[in-house]
């Protein structure tokens, strides 16, 4: 049972989408802020460089466990008020990081800021139920886009900070721009009339939430943890797994509908965005390190972790300039279309960093590609899960869509952590990564969205034209 959606459309929807993408693009942000003070975090707050990495590992698994759940919550309790929930996680995180050098306090607002990622997909489907259907295809491109924006933002912007003023100063422009967002939220936005009924699935939250840690644990520390740890994990995951699918398959109100999910059109979309979440964060996490690297490497440009953060900058700003054109090209050829062109452009773009890794322009403007590469497809995920489902499962769906990225960021993280500590040089009791660690890194993030590009091509095609959503299945 469902609330049909209001025929009342907002009087201002280039605000609602200007205040909503001003969220996505902050959360985002805040998601890598960190990744520049990394080196110096062990110094901060006296601590050992395993202990600070989950300064990264917490905000990748509460991301991932309060994306879905915060989903749900908004199809049935509604968008508005869960996006409020989410924005207030982040401006509560970003406060504690702020105040204290403490390395617990700063898990836990790290843990409270990666809750926030559920904004994005949130606001895709205010924009999906709100808007005219013209409207529609444009703002969500531009709504899904913000992950990667922000992520291409972010490093850069943190990396000036961290260069010319203390560390503690980018969580509290963090915080305030937070409370801008709550602020613009609740003048702006309005309330979808579009819900879900039903009860919300404990058990099924429980087990996803268990499902999720135990798997990006072992992903994320089993380098760190040892063997017998890391395979303990997985078995857990892969036993907790198909009891959590049985579970949902008979509950009434289930947390994920995997009879939907199942569908060619859902399954190898979200299978697609696994993969270019892979390719996009390899982009994001060699680039920066690449260039830092001594001289006595042979490939190395010794750049200073400004220089290494502004190598980002070019591919943030081709993201916020091709999304819009992603929505065009989807329009008139369909996402379908859309999101294969975009995998072969971020295949493209690894072909052109597999022979420019010594050179600072060709760097740039291989990593460019990529992110523009991504942007495209950032842009025509939520479309074509939206083509898919039912009106009223449209934020947890895509909120999924949006965990099976982060699945994606995380064993790439853990994949290019192995490659880049394993496949070294060693010069006077130095050692850096070699240049061929850095070439498979690319070889292997290539491949991922070659092979996104594959899955592309089999989810069904639709017949008709375009319909800019305007009549959502599922409705009741």
């Known amino acids: 049972m469902s609330v049909s959606p209001s025929t009342v459309r907002p009087a201002r929807p280039r605000l609602v ?7 996505g693009v902050l959360v985002s942000i805040s998601q890598t802020i960190v990744v520049p003070l990394l080196p110096e975090l062990p110094r901060i707050t006296h601590s050992e460089p395993a202990d600070v990495s989950w300064l990264v590992t917490v905000t990748l698994l509460t991301g991932a466990v309060f994306t879905p759940l915060l989903g749900r919550a908004g199809d049935m309790y509604g968008k508005r008020r869960v996006l409020l929930i989410a924005l207030g996680s982040m401006v509560i995180g970003s406060l504690l990081c702020a105040s204290s050098a403490e390395l617990a306090v700063l898990i836990v607002g790290r843990a409270f800021q990666g809750a926030a990622v559920a904004v994005v997909p949130l606001g895709i489907s205010i924009l999906r139920d709100e808007l005219e259907p013209r409207r529609v295809l444009p ?50 936005v309005p309330e979808s009339a579009v819900r879900t009924r039903g009860r919300f699935d404990i058990p099924g939250a429980f087990g996803l939430s268990v499902f999720l840690v135990c798997l990006l ?40 509908d995997l009879r939907v999910s199942a569908r060619p059109a859902v399954l190898f979309t979200n299978l697609s965005a ?7 964060y390899a982009n994001s996490l060699s680039t920066a390190q690449l260039v830092q690297e001594p001289a006595w490497t042979g490939y190395g440009l010794g750049a200073s972790i400004v220089v290494s953060g502004l190598c980002l900058l070019p591919g943030g700003l081709a993201m916020v300039v091709l999304s819009p054109v992603s929505a065009r090209i989807s329009s008139a050829r369909g996402p379908r279309f859309t999101l ?17 890794s010594e050179n600072l322009a060709g760097i740039v403007i291989g990593a460019t590609v990529v992110s523009a590469g991504t942007a495209v497809a950032y842009s025509a995920l939520p479309a074509l899960i939206m083509h898919a489902v039912p009106v009223t499962e449209t934020a947890a769906a895509n909120g999924l869509n949006t965990l099976m990225r982060t699945i994606g960021a995380a064993i790439c993280s853990a994949i290019v952590v192995t490659v880049l500590t394993t496949v070294t040089i060693t010069k006077a009791n130095q050692v850096a990564p070699a240049l061929s660690a850095y070439l498979l890194v690319f070889v292997i993030a290539g491949l991922a969205a070659a092979v996104a590009a594959g899955l592309v091509l089999l989810i069904p095609a639709r017949r008709q034209a375009p319909v800019h959503l305007e009549s959502p299945v599922g409705t009741t």
């Open 17 to 23: 989408l200007a205040a909503l993408a001003f969220c």
């Open 139 to 188: 703002s969500i491109a531009i709504m899904s886009s913000t992950l990667g924006v922000g992520a291409a933002l972010g490093i850069p912007a943190a990396t000036l900070v961290v260069q010319y003023s203390n560390w503690h100063t980018m969580f509290w422009v963090n915080f305030g721009l937070g409370l801008l967002d709550v602020v613009l939220v609740l003048l702006i």
């Open 217 to 256: 644990l072992a992903v994320s520390k089993g380098s760190t943890w040892g063997p017998t740890a890391t395979i303990g994990l997985y078995v857990g995951s892969a036993a907790i797994l198909p009891l959590w699918g049985w579970f949902e398959l008979r509950t009434r109100s289930p947390l994920v």
């Open 274 to 280: 696994l993969l270019i979440g892979f390719s996009f």
């Open 340 to 356: 294969a062109i975009a995998s072969v452009l971020m295949a493209a773009g690894y072909v052109v960093r597999l022979f420019t």
